[in-house]
């Protein structure tokens, strides 16, 4: 069974930072990549950085180009966006995901995400 936990969301100013981490098991977590997806209030969810399962290949949507970065530690099974500059539009709760869903069109199976962190940036 898939299990994915998030954790280090929280508030924070506009142009603070934050650092997610998600927990994974249940699979074997250095074959495959990884998602990170976030659900902002009233809106459908929005892919925002996928890593190859080697973690030497990442891509970011626009809206977190050049801010967020995304990363994996296979040998601790975790997967990680450190997230700078943050604007009030990140607002969201933010999910990790198996794969890489979203991303050039593959689709988003909920089944395989975590239970998501919280992420509030005030103005």
């Known amino acids: 069974e898939v299990q994915l936990v998030e954790s280090g969301g929280g508030m924070v100013q506009s142009g603070g930072s934050l650092n997610l981490s998600c927990s994974a098991s249940?699979?074997?977590?250095?074959?495959?990549?990884m998602t990170w997806v976030r659900q902002g209030p009233g809106k459908g969810p929005e892919w925002v950085a996928v890593i190859g399962h080697a973690g030497t290949v990442t891509y970011y949507s626009d809206p977190v180009e050049g801010r967020f970065t995304i990363s994996r530690d296979n040998a601790k099974n975790t997967l990680y966006l450190q997230m700078n500059s943050l604007k009030p539009e990140d607002t969201a709760v933010y999910y990790c995901?198996?794969?890489?869903?979203?991303?050039?069109?593959?689709?988003?199976?909920?089944?395989?995400w975590g239970q998501g962190t919280r992420v509030t940036v005030s103005l």
């Open positions: 249940g699979f074997d977590f250095g074959r495959y990549g």
């Open positions: 995901a198996k794969g890489l869903q979203g991303f050039s069109g593959t689709p988003y199976e909920r089944q395989d």
